[in-house]
């Protein structure tokens, strides 16, 4: 059903979902669909490369459990993209509660093993700009991210955050104005 140029549509995954017979092979063509793109999304709000594929497998938990209720409202990758992000904010929540020390100190390690990260292979601007967003707080590294690398436009973060479009543009405003005073800051060192 799927051939090497031409990527499987939404439709014939969920089409492949539908049926006993052939769901789990629907399964896995919807993990390496969608895998690459959900792993990012949730490596760029929990920053950790095991912190990410964690998450990314609880993801998969949920949506292996619950794709048969996608009632298809909305796109398959906005359904799937709320569940990742939902999941990865948990994460998050979790870790937050159980940090101890100052938020600033969890912002401050958040950075500190990004530099240290094996997998993060970016040159110094990219670098500063991993820590920048890193200190965001976590629903302004959300909005940030999909919109800086997802390109998502807000009526569709919207729908996946379930917000209002106007307060993920403030969102991503303030966003923009911390990173742009941490690089302002990183100039004066």
Do not use: C
């Amino acid at each position: 059903m799927q051939t090497t140029n031409k990527p499987a549509s939404d439709e014939q995954i969920m089409n492949l979902l539908r049926s006993d017979g052939t769901f789990e092979r629907g399964f896995r063509l919807l993990m390496s669909t969608y895998k690459e793109r959900l792993y990012w999304h949730i490596r760029r709000m929990v920053v950790v490369h095991e912190d990410a594929d964690d998450v990314l497998q609880n993801t998969f938990v949920k949506i292996y459990r619950g794709v048969l209720q996608f009632e298809e409202k909305s796109k398959l990758y906005t359904w799937l993209y709320r569940i990742a992000t939902n999941e990865a904010i948990s994460f998050l929540q979790s870790r937050n509660r159980r940090a101890s020390g100052s938020l600033d100190d969890h912002d401050g390690m958040l950075a500190a093993r990004l530099r240290a990260d094996t997998w993060f292979d970016g040159d110094t601007v990219q670098q500063q700009l991993q820590e920048a967003i890193a200190r965001l707080p976590d629903k302004q590294r959300t909005v940030f991210n999909l919109r800086y690398y997802d390109e998502m436009p807000y009526e569709e973060m919207s729908r996946v955050l379930d917000t209002s479009v106007g307060a993920l543009k403030a969102s991503f405003h303030h966003a923009a104005k911390k990173i742009e005073t941490h690089f302002r800051e990183a100039d004066h060192f």
